[in-house]
């Protein structure tokens, strides 16, 4: 589904034009509170550079937030899968998470039947599979990027099932 494939694009454009809407509201607001007491023209000629610059940042912001994010949700997207049996030899957090939420990096580090270890981050929201998965742990691993490089940020966890 379209949804699914590109949620991690969408989601925060949705949500920084929800941020840029209560930023620019005020504006709007004010405008036409001047409208219905008949001093919008002479509110609006007062102040036109303000709202002219306002708009023109505003604008520019989102261009290059929109860009990237489109950037980073595509990052993956032609990156092929790779599937290996794997056994889970270690786990760790890296950065412990907040009192109430799940923000803390944790790590997890497979290896392949060939003795080729493989890292891969586990963010956020993954904190339940992260959770599920136990040292000693057995099963096929998909992953997407390479485990020729040493920036776990170069991979991708997409599933781990269980033997």
């Not at 860009?67 to 032609?78: E, F, K, L, Q, T």
């Amino acid at each position: 589904m379209l949804w699914e494939e590109y949620k991690n694009i969408f989601i925060p454009i949705i949500i920084y034009f929800v941020v840029m809407l209560v930023v620019l509201s005020p504006i709007l607001i004010i405008y036409l509170i001047k409208m219905r007491e008949g001093k919008a023209v002479a509110w609006w000629e007062k102040e036109k550079k303000l709202c002219y610059m306002i708009f023109t940042l505003v604008a520019l912001a989102s261009v290059g937030v929109v860009a990237v994010i489109i950037n980073d949700g595509m990052r993956w997207h032609n990156v092929l899968e790779e599937t290996v049996w794997v056994q889970v030899i270690d786990k760790h957090e890296l950065r412990k998470r907040r009192s109430s939420d799940d923000a803390g990096i944790r790590e997890i580090t497979f290896e392949t039947s060939d003795g080729t270890q493989i890292r891969l981050e586990f963010r956020g929201d993954m904190r339940g599979i992260y959770l599920e998965i136990q040292a000693g742990d057995t099963g096929i691993l998909t992953y997407k990027g390479s485990i020729d490089s040493e920036k776990v940020s170069d991979r991708l966890f997409i599933s781990f099932e269980k033997d």
